[in-house]
């Protein structure tokens, strides 16, 4: 009875010495994230619902982005654009992933170079660079006219087209790391099964691959969705005065009519656009593990 | 009937300037069960990628039913593969994976249903067709896996290692199983493995592979009986392996000097080489009780017990010849069988045909 309680007593004091140490090991990032973090969006989220004399709680701001119309365009404009480049980030992406993910031969370390490089340099110079190809009296617009094949330039930039193109560019590396990792995760042997079976490389990739890395998808989809999203620099100077999106729209609120309240609201609304984003992605995700665990439950 | 359904001709494969597979021949007749059977790195998983398709040969050339299939694709050469950890499609039903080389193949709907339920009844998995792979135990992945590379008819079918994921007592039922559904089917079996217990139990013939070629390849029990090298007669079951130090062709028999001026007496051969050991099975050599008379036995000899290990079934003796040779003997335990106790000495009797001469 004794060496019972002497036996039971030692590991629950060690559970409980254990359980202040993540917190103390936590409490520096905590401590930044809680000021830099929590604290400003805790003030944005107060200031959407402030009046700007009174400072009584109102609902005006909010009522202003959804009847001012060119907010809301704003808003559909932003998720038209992230949709664009989520779609085309994994679009151009897969097959570089799948390259990657793999290739054995020395082709595959500069091919992920490539694909990387364009992170080493900023997102500016990047778009800098695409204003020179995409320009009225750009390199392409240049080369159609001299050849003769357009008799005045092509509306290349200060549109949709170039963010999509820029932001595209941009967003491509996390894209393509995203699905690597899912497609790594397929066993190879799978692919020979098919291939053994009849399949042709087109319907391996089809029937087998393709299913088995929707999770990669989704996930690439998500991450190039959220950072078209909140790009500042790539619309601003590809789209031109023209082409606003939230971002642009919230930096000229706070800058230029310095109303932080209203640009407030407009943070909310790419925020909820964000969140509401990654909600459909996580969701899909757990429903997809949860009904893998349910019919495996199934057996018993 | 006997036409060959795999034939490789002078095959060889080298990665970077390295042999991996040496200039092999091998001809497989239709409807037989070969083992390809080797330890690892011999070569026979490189040997398998050519037939299957995923490797081509640097030299040589592969011919299924007698048309060259270097320049075919695997999914155009029309064989079957069962791979070691299965390899089942995780998002497709069990009826699904089966039917998935008939989709390809484009056989009609209905047709398929009746082949997918026919293989599924072969490897008995009836009923099990809703479910998903990660839902099945390992053996019965493992006959999914089967029922998946048979459903479309292949002409060979490759198996590699596939029972090695198994545990014992579903191996060995699993062998019993797999020449079943073979000689139901008359499909040829080309089986890879290192286990060759297993490749004895199932195979019409064995293809003993070492350093990239092959060291001897016939039936089960030949290649137990007469294994040609050192390394056959090590690898394939357990044996006494003896260095001759010179030879002497008598009358009726060859003489093996083993030892310090032991001499072993074996059936006659023709000698083409020189003979540098002999194998003897533990389970040939007879234990007699001492003061036996000669009772037939072409060596008689005399021997001191080191060590008995009981096995169950048998006893496993450790017998002192002197003069620096030592033989393991296999002792069948029955009612009537006494086993000698360390320090006895003892006669064993060996026949000259269980004497096995090998020069390499």
Known sequence: MNSLALDLHPPARRRRTLSWFPFAALSPSLLVLSVFFALPMGMMIGMSFTQTETFSPTLEHYQRFFTDGLSLAGFCRTALMSLLVAVSVTVLGYPVAYFLARSTTRWRAVVFALALAPELAGVVLRTYGWLIILEDRGFINDLLLQLGVISSPLPLSKNLFAVVVGLTHVVLPFGILSLMTSIQGIDPNLERAAQMLGASRLAVIRTIVLPLSVPGIVSSMLIAFTMAASAYATPALLGGAGFKVLATMIYEQVLFYIDWPFASVMAMALLLMMLAISFVGVRYESRRRSRASVSSGGER | ?360
């Open chain 2, 1 to 360: 009937m006997n036409a060959l359904d795999i034939e490789l001709v002078s095959v060889s494969k080298s990665y970077a300037g390295m042999a991996v597979v040496k200039d092999i021949d091998l001809a497989i007749p239709q409807g037989e069960f070969v083992s390809i059977l080797g330890p690892s790195g011999c070569g026979k998983t490189t040997t398998l990628n050519m037939i299957a398709g995923f490797t081509a040969p640097s030299h040589g050339d592969i011919r299924i039913k007698g048309r060259s299939q270097v320049r075919v694709p695997p999914e155009r050469r029309n064989i079957g593969l069962v791979f070691q950890n299965y390899a089942l499609f995780p998002h497709m039903t069990v009826t699904e994976n089966v039917a998935f080389g008939l989709k390809m193949k484009g056989v009609r709907r209905n047709e398929a249903e009746t082949t997918v339920k026919s293989a599924l009844r072969s490897v008995h998995l009836e009923g099990m067709g809703e479910r998903y792979p990660r839902e099945l135990s390992g053996g019965q992945q493992q006959r999914v896996a089967l029922a998946r590379a048979i459903a479309p008819r292949p002409s060979v079918l490759l198996l590699d290692e596939p029972l090695s994921n198994l545990d014992l007592k579903l191996r060995e039922a699993m062998r019993i199983e797999l020449k079943e559904i073979q000689q139901q089917l008359g499909m040829t079996f080309v089986y890879v493995t290192h286990d060759q217990e297993e490749a004895m139990a199932m195979s019409d013939r064995v293809v003993v592979m070492w350093q990239g070629a092959i060291a001897q390849e016939g039936q089960p029990a030949a290649l137990y009986r007469e294994p040609n090298s050192r390394f056959v007669a090590d690898f394939i079951g357990k044996s006494n392996i003896l260095s001759v130090t010179s030879t002497a062709t008598q009358a009726a028999n060859l003489e093996l000097a083993v030892g310090d001026g032991l001499i072993l007496k074996a059936h006659k051969i023709e000698l083409t080489a020189e003979i540098r050991y002999c194998s003897i099975r533990p389970e040939s050599i007879a234990v007699l009780p001492p003061g036996a008379g000669g009772s037939g036995f072409a060596n008689l000899l005399n021997a001191t017990v080191r060590r008995v290990v009981n096995l169950g079934a048998a006893f496993e003796i450790d017998a002192d010849l002197g003069s620096d040779v030592r033989l393991h003997v296999l002792l069948r335990a029955t009612r009537a069988s006494v086993p000698p106790k360390v320090g006895d000495a003892i006669h064993l009797g060996i026949d000259d045909a269980d004497i096995q001469p090998l020069s390499a």
